[in-house]
Nanobody, 120 residues
Framework: QAHLVESGGGLVQAGGSLRLSCAAS????????MGWFRQAPGKEREFVAA?????VYADSVKGRFTISRDNAKNTVYLQMNSLKPEDTAVYYC????????????????WGQGTQVTVSS
């Protein structure tokens, strides 16, 4: 059974940075597309970024966030710079076989989430 565990969330001032990590187990990590999503209170879960052999980003984070992966460590990262109050949300990592998707329903495995709060 696949298991994803996020870490690295916290409270940061606007303009600051955070690095999220997601450690995966129980799946062939290198064969899976990995995605980061976020969900703010009262809003739907939204796509942030995904990585296969390529990377893709939501327009709202392009140029500020960087997704990367270390297949030897079964870990995916999300470096978040120039954070804004509107980035405040619970951030989730997710895994799906093969191709990446921006649709969260296409992902098979999810972590428990990590809270990111950006103060103004």
């Amino acid at each position: 059974q696949a298991h994803l565990v996020e870490s690295g969330g916290g409270l940061v001032q606007a303009g600051g940075s955070l690095r999220l990590s997601c450690a995966a187990s129980g799946l062939t990590f290198s064969m899976h597309a990995m995605g980061w999503f976020r969900q703010a209170p009262g809003k739907e879960r939204e796509f942030v970024a995904a990585i296969t052999s390529m990377t893709v980003y939501a327009d709202s984070v392009k140029g500020r966030f960087t997704i990367s992966r270390d297949n030897a460590k079964n870990t995916v990262y999300l470096q978040m710079n120039s954070l804004k109050p509107e980035d405040t949300a619970v951030y989730y990592c997710a895994a799906t076989g093969g191709y990446w998707y921006s649709d969260p329903t296409r992902y098979n495995y999810w972590g428990q989430g990590t809270q990111v709060t950006v103060s103004s």
